[in-house]
């Protein structure tokens, strides 16, 4: 810290030096204004002391001249003056700010103690100063990585943006292909089913047949009265509309799926059986259903169809691999469980082995030796991923029990 003291006389001059020695500060003195404007042009000082009557320049003309240096605005000034100044004066001091007067001969006590007080203002603006630019620079810091955090968002904005994007992408190709592969599996279905269908006309063919051989007997006896033919008639529609039922069946089975809708799981189980039963019932296994109340599940009625026949099939061909005469049963049960529809297919096929339990619903698994092991597969995607339902599959006393769970629709949803 240094401080400027300015008087044209030399004595003063030291007499000021002698008093603000030992105080800590470098004493820079000069001996006109005009020395000390050109000092004060590129020096900080703590004050100025500033003898008022000086030749050529005066202390409020140095004053004056000091102030209109931008950085020495606030520098405290202390005129010196060798007698008690007029008011007029004094104001036109206190006009120049932050100054203050001291009358000779000095009392040094008085001028040290003014002087300290300026040493402490000083220290606290450097002070002051220093928190300020350090809170600026903080600010600054702040305002970077602010501006680097508003980046890097919006940068994460973009990159979740074009992952949703892909993921919706990824979703949608998931989708086509799970319909696709759901598709292809009931088409494979159809291979079986053709079977079913031959089951399912022999018994109507030889009807029709016997109609037939009846009218033609009747003929050949005279017997065929008006009213005998029309009987006959009759009965031979009544076939027709049979075989063109269980037909109609299979096509609506194999028709393309609507979207999804509320539907009677006990309608479902119903149409699966007819197409089947036949085929079953030729290979000994008989069908019994228990429906304790009508449920409904939400989801395509066919693509449920298709996971019961996928169930029946395994159970017929566990029966088939155990009995391969005698046949077996299969026991189908619609229940409430909670807030689930449950229905569950036991079969006496003697079960799941155990090796197998853990890999039921893989892809491509299957024991069979011409199995393609894609039914569990199957079922087990449409009734999560169309249903949101579940499966589960266990053993009980005499085969396997498969179950699938289906959320009961909201109160109030009735067929
Ligand atoms: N009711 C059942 N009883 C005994 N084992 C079963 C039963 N259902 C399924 N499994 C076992 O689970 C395996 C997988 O069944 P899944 O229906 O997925 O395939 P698959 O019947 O082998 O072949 P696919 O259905 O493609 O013709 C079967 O190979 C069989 O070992
Ligand atoms: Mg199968």
């Known amino acids: 810290m240094q401080i400027l003291i300015v008087d044209d006389t030399q004595s003063e001059l030291l007499e000021l030096k002698a008093i603000l020695d030992n105080m800590g500060l470098k004493i820079v003195a000069v001996d006109s204004g005009s020395k000390a404007l050109s000092c004060l042009l590129f020096q900080d000082f703590v004050a100025?002391?500033?003898?008022?009557?000086?030749?050529?320049?005066?202390?409020?003309?140095?004053?004056?001249?000091?102030?209109?240096?931008t950085r020495n605005l606030h520098l405290p000034i202390i005129f010196i003056v060798s007698e008690p100044i007029l008011d007029s004066e004094r104001i036109k001091g206190y006009q120049l700010g932050a100054v203050d007067y001291i009358l000779t001969p000095i009392i040094p006590e008085i001028l040290r103690s003014k002087v300290a007080v300026f040493c402490d203002l000083y220290r606290l603006q450097k002070?002051?100063?220093?928190?300020?630019?350090?809170?600026?620079?903080?600010?600054?810091?702040?305002?970077?990585?602010?501006?680097?955090?508003?980046?890097?968002?919006?940068?994460?904005?973009?990159?979740?943006?074009?992952?949703?994007?892909?993921?919706?992408?990824?979703?949608?190709?998931?989708?086509?292909?799970?319909?696709?592969?759901?598709?292809?599996?009931?088409?494979?279905?159809?291979?079986?089913?053709?079977?079913?269908?031959?089951?399912?006309?022999?018994?109507?063919?030889?009807?029709l047949?016997?109609?037939l051989g009846n009218i033609q007997d009747?003929?050949?006896?005279?017997?065929?009265?008006?009213?005998?033919?029309?009987?006959?008639?009759?009965?031979?529609?009544?076939?027709?509309?049979?075989?063109?039922?269980?037909?109609?069946?299979?096509?609506?089975?194999?028709?393309?799926?609507?979207?999804?809708?509320?539907?009677?799981?006990?309608?479902?189980?119903?149409?699966?059986?007819?197409?089947?039963n036949d085929s079953f019932k030729a290979h000994n296994i008989?069908?019994?259903?228990?429906?304790?109340?009508?449920?409904?599940?939400?989801?395509?009625?066919?693509?449920?169809?298709?996971?019961?026949?996928?169930?029946?099939?395994?159970?017929?061909?566990?029966?088939?691999?155990?009995?391969?005469?005698?046949?077996?049963?299969?026991?189908?049960?619609?229940?409430?469980?909670?807030?689930?529809?449950?229905?569950?297919?036991?079969?006496?096929?003697?079960?799941?082995?155990?090796?197998?339990?853990?890999?039921l619903y893989e892809p491509y698994f299957t024991t069979k030796i011409h199995g393609g092991g894609i039914g569990l597969y199957m079922s087990k995607m449409i009734v999560e991923n169309s249903m949101s339902g579940r499966i589960s599959a266990s053993n009980g006393e005499e085969g396997a029990q498969i179950s699938v769970f289906t959320p009961l629709p909201p109160i109030g949803v009735l067929l």
Not at 234 to 262: A, C, H, V
């Open 48 to 69: 100025v002391l500033l003898d008022v009557d000086m030749p050529l320049m005066d202390g409020f003309e140095t004053a004056t001249l000091l102030r209109k240096q």
């Open 286 to 359: 008989t069908i019994t259903v228990h429906l304790s109340e009508e449920l409904v599940a939400l989801g395509s009625p066919n693509e449920y169809s298709q996971v019961l026949l996928n169930l029946f099939s395994n159970a017929k061909e566990a029966i088939f691999d155990k009995h391969p005469d005698h046949g077996g049963c299969i026991d189908v049960q619609l229940r409430r469980a909670g807030s689930e529809a449950c229905v569950t297919i036991s079969d006496s096929g003697g079960g799941i082995c155990d090796s197998a339990l853990q890999h």
């Open 127 to 207: 002070q002051e100063l220093v928190i300020s630019q350090n809170l600026q620079d903080k600010n600054t810091l702040i305002e970077q990585q602010n501006l680097k955090l508003l980046e890097s968002n919006e940068a994460i904005k973009q990159l979740n943006k074009n992952l949703e994007s892909r993921v919706n992408d990824a979703l949608i190709k998931i989708r086509e292909k799970d319909h696709l592969m759901i598709h292809q599996s009931r088409l494979a279905l159809m291979g079986e089913m053709i079977g079913n269908i031959a089951h399912q006309w022999r018994q109507p063919l030889n009807s």
């Open 209 to 211: 047949g016997l109609v």
């Open 218 to 276: 009747a003929n050949q006896h005279q017997q065929l009265t008006p009213e005998y033919l029309a009987h006959q008639i009759s009965e031979g529609q009544r076939l027709i509309q049979k075989m063109s039922t269980t037909i109609r069946d299979f096509q609506d089975f194999f028709r393309p799926d609507k979207k999804s809708e509320y539907f009677q799981i006990s309608r479902c189980i119903t149409n699966s059986i007819e197409l089947i």
